[in-house]
């Protein structure tokens, strides 16, 4: 019988009373599997900020090979239980917009749609590498999901992002990636190819944007910080590609306790959406980690860290010193290329 890792995430929930598996699909990219837990249900939110005063529906939860937790939420086609998922900073981009049209990659359980749909979205085009994560929200959870994924503004394509955005010619005011991979970097994924958090990559999202248009991607945070900072590095050199004459003036990125969302935009950052990213932060206790005009004081208020890591990081790969940065960073933050594709490998020889 398969023995599943005692410090693996199913293991744990499975360790509580009453908690059942309620369907298991396998295919080539995992083995998922969905738990029911009547008696500490699921309320997966990652990041919600401490000043939330709402708390997720009933959700479903969904490990892949055992771990990597994501969830499928219950919907009854209201907005009012939605209210949580405005805190979190994945919800920043939509205090910029009104009424977008929205690029999902990586649907999994439809958290994002559901935000996008919070929000107000005229569209939302949700892609998703496994057909197996579609199959239980649109056929086997569906009157829970309430049919999230067959509502009319919600058009869902099993596809990889990246060919999906080369071959989709509809322009979007937003493409969001949030929390996809989000526990890869320190194990053999760091040895697997990925082509979506590539310098190309980032200039082929950037194109398929209208001119005001926002890049979002959310991270886990770690600390040291990795990935959160070689995601900065490969937007400036995005950007630069793209003959972008100051990329400071694009760029954004915020924290919360335990995630970060980095936005890049096609357009330099208007003074009142500069004042909006620090609204939003401050309504929620977020960080700014990078805007144009932060200063070092407004970077480590509310989730504070020994030092201002992301702001220090981001700082220093914006400026002259660069190059010495990166050589002395314990972590390898080089950007990936299409040609040398491995963003989760931050491996130093000499750590």
């Given at each position: 019988?398969?023995?599943?890792?005692?410090f693996?995430?199913?293991?744990?929930?499975l360790?509580?009373?009453?908690?059942?598996?309620?369907?298991?699909?396998s295919?080539?990219?995992?083995?998922?599997?969905?738990?029911?837990?009547?008696?500490?249900?699921?309320?997966?939110?990652?990041?919600?900020?401490?000043?939330?005063?709402?708390?997720?529906?009933?959700?479903?939860?969904?490990?892949?090979?055992?771990?990597?937790?994501?969830?499928?939420?219950?919907?009854?086609?209201?907005?009012?239980?939605l209210?949580?998922?405005?805190?979190?900073?994945?919800?920043?981009?939509?205090?910029?917009?009104?009424?977008?049209?929205?690029?999902?990659?990586?649907?999994?359980?439809?958290?994002?749609?559901?935000?996008?749909?919070?929000?107000?979205?005229?569209?939302?085009?949700?892609?998703?590498?496994?057909?197996?994560?579609?199959?239980?929200?649109?056929?086997?959870?569906?009157?829970?999901?309430?049919?999230?994924?067959?509502?009319?503004?919600?058009?869902?394509?099993?596809?990889?992002?990246?060919?999906?955005?080369?071959?989709?010619?509809?322009?979007?005011?937003?493409?969001?990636?949030?929390?996809?991979?989000?526990?890869?970097?320190?194990?053999?994924?760091?040895?697997s190819?990925?082509?979506?958090?590539?310098?190309?990559?980032?200039?082929?999202?950037?194109?398929?944007?209208?001119?005001?248009?926002?890049?979002?991607?959310?991270?886990?945070?770690?600390?040291?910080?990795?990935?959160?900072?070689?995601?900065?590095?490969?937007?400036?050199?995005?950007?630069?590609?793209?003959?972008?004459?100051?990329?400071?003036?694009?760029?954004?990125?915020?924290?919360?306790?335990?995630?970060?969302?980095?936005?890049?935009?096609?357009?330099?950052?208007?003074?009142?959406?500069?004042?909006?990213?620090?609204?939003?932060?401050?309504?929620?206790?977020?960080?700014?980690?990078?805007?144009?005009?932060?200063?070092?004081?407004?970077?480590?208020?509310?989730?504070?860290?020994?030092?201002?890591?992301?702001?220090?990081?981001?700082?220093a790969l914006?400026g002259?010193?660069?190059?010495?940065?990166?050589?002395?960073?314990?972590?390898?933050?080089?950007?990936?290329?299409?040609?040398?594709?491995?963003?989760?490998?931050?491996?130093?020889?000499?750590?």
């Amino acid at each position: 019988e398969l023995e599943i890792s005692q410090f693996k995430g199913l293991r744990q929930a499975l360790a509580v009373p009453g908690t059942e598996v309620v369907a298991e699909r396998s295919g080539p990219l995992g083995l998922l599997t969905a738990v029911r837990s009547p008696t500490i249900p699921f309320r997966h939110a990652p990041g919600l900020s401490l000043n939330a005063t709402g708390e997720p529906p009933a959700q479903i939860g969904v490990f892949t090979d055992g771990d990597g937790l994501s969830a499928i939420t219950a919907f009854d086609g209201r907005r009012e239980p939605l209210a949580y998922l405005d805190f979190t900073t994945t919800a920043l981009p939509y205090h910029l917009l009104d009424e977008p049209r929205v690029l999902v990659l990586g649907a999994g359980g439809g958290a994002d749609v559901l935000l996008a749909l919070y929000h107000g979205a005229r569209r939302i085009d949700a892609v998703e590498l496994d057909p197996n994560f579609v199959w239980l929200v649109r056929e086997k959870f569906s009157d829970f999901a309430g049919n999230l994924y067959d509502r009319p503004e919600v058009r869902v394509r099993i596809a990889e992002a990246r060919g999906f955005v080369a071959g989709e010619r509809t322009r979007y005011d937003m493409i969001q990636l949030s929390l996809i991979d989000a526990l890869s970097g320190a194990s053999a994924r760091s040895l697997s190819e990925s082509y979506l958090y590539t310098v190309e990559a980032f200039g082929d999202f950037l194109e398929r944007l209208e001119p005001g248009g926002y890049l979002a991607i959310s991270r886990r945070l770690k600390l040291p910080p990795r990935d959160s900072l070689k995601l900065f590095a490969t937007a400036l050199d995005a950007l630069k590609v793209a003959g972008v004459a100051d990329p400071l003036r694009h760029l954004a990125l915020i924290r919360s306790w335990n995630t970060t969302t980095l936005l890049v935009k096609r357009k330099p950052l208007t003074e009142s959406e500069i004042a909006d990213i620090r609204a939003f932060a401050e309504a929620r206790s977020f960080d700014l980690a990078f805007l144009p005009g932060l200063t070092e004081e407004d970077a480590n208020r509310y989730n504070i860290l020994a030092r201002p890591f992301l702001f220090e990081g981001a700082r220093a790969l914006a400026g002259p010193r660069r190059a010495a940065f990166l050589d002395a960073y314990k972590f390898d933050l080089r950007p990936a290329s299409d040609d040398r594709p491995y963003f989760f490998d931050f491996f130093r020889l000499r750590a």
